[in-house]
């Protein structure tokens, strides 16, 4: 699966997420990101972005230990 499809799905996620939130959690006033929901699923978007981040690990980032040609004997 390419890389963009995994990332677009944990926005797709997190903003749902956020939309949930402010569906059943979210306050009337005062709240600076659930009063409103657009807010809300932007937010949302930003932490699914984030997480799925953190997750999902990305290609040619594993540690090989290779010591790049330098020659330590």
Known sequence: ??????TGAWILAGALAGLAWWHYVGCENGCLITSVWWRSMLYGGVMGYFTGGMLVPRRGTEDT???????RS
């Open 1 to 6: 699966m390419k890389a963009w499809t995994i």
């Open 65 to 71: 230990n290779d010591d790049h040609g330098t020659d």
